[in-house]
């Protein structure tokens, strides 16, 4: 989810810019494609209920529209993208399955309980968390990440994580699966997202350090490590310039999009990856990480 840190000189994307964060979807040119037209469902989630953070746009909305086509109801929590959210749940009853949106800040612990709550009692309970939701915010020396920044951003992206997961856990039992959402950035950094990245390594330590701790309760942890996808994340984060040489430098020569990282999370909330736990897949554009 991340920006490219290095020069490139390949016009990817037309360039464009946002002044809000996490950044609107409908706005974007060309809309990110989230719906693979040859996806074939196969029932994988029939009857399970989920729960999807940052999932009214970008990733999220691609992970929900999936999980419904595999059956699943769903509970989407985001922060104030109200159209964008009315949308992805328009798709997710399109697919004959019901939508529950919760709008809120993840950053917030007593909203994560009562976001937990409401969609177990809604939906009727409660087999799969997806921790989606994320933000950042660019600069070019450490000296310009203000507490303020620091702590945002951590609180969002790796304190709102710890909430959803400690609410939802009383809840999940044998066979259900949490998927985190972690960044190639985690594994190589970017110089002008050192808070960013840090969070997204934190993510990476919470996944495998939580999937020891519930193995035995039978419930499955594991993360996805996004290279650069098209989301509202990006135009809302980066300079029009940047924009426009989005993913240039990955060895695919573009930007991913959100319908190409949700079949892994289908394989991860499914019994697909029933021997799976600990582990992170990357769907990155071919870039070779390790750890």
């Known amino acids: 989810m991340s920006g490219n840190s290095q020069s490139q000189s390949k016009q990817t994307l037309p360039p464009q810019h946002q002044n809000h964060q996490p950044g609107t979807e409908s706005e974007m040119n060309p809309l990110p494609k989230y719906e693979p037209k040859d996806y074939k469902a196969a029932g994988k989630l029939q009857g399970k209920k989920a729960i999807i953070t940052g999932g009214d746009s970008g990733i999220g909305r691609a992970v929900a529209v999936a999980f419904a086509k595999e059956g699943a109801d769903i509970a989407i929590v985001y922060l104030n993208e109200h159209g964008d959210a009315e949308e992805t749940k328009r798709q997710i009853e399109q697919e004959g399955r019901k939508c529950l949106l919760i709008p809120g800040d993840i950053g917030d612990e007593s909203f994560c309980k009562n976001a937990v709550n409401q969609s177990v009692q809604e939906l009727g309970g409660l087999d799969i968390l997806i ?64 808070d960013y990245s840090s969070t997204k390594g934190a993510i990476v330590s919470f996944t495998r350090a939580l999937s020891m701790n519930v193995v035995e309760k039978g419930i499955r942890v594991n993360a996805v490590a996004p290279g650069p996808i098209w989301t509202p994340l990006i135009p809302s984060t980066f300079d029009a310039q940047q924009v426009s040489q989005f993913g240039a430098s990955q060895p695919m020569k573009r930007p991913g999009q959100p319908e190409e990282l949700a079949p892994a999370y289908v394989y991860l909330a499914s019994d697909d990856s029933s021997y799976v736990s600990g582990q992170v897949i990357h769907v990155n554009g071919g870039e070779v990480v390790n750890g």
């Open 131 to 194: 921790n989606n939701a994320a933000e950042q915010h660019p600069q070019q020396k450490i000296e310009d990440i203000t507490k303020e920044q620091l702590e945002k951003t951590f609180r969002t992206n790796i304190f709102g994580m710890f909430f959803m997961t400690k609410m939802a856990m009383p809840y999940l039992k044998n066979g259900s699966a949490i998927v985190n959402t972690a960044s190639i950035t985690a594994y190589k950094g970017n110089p002008t997202l050192i």
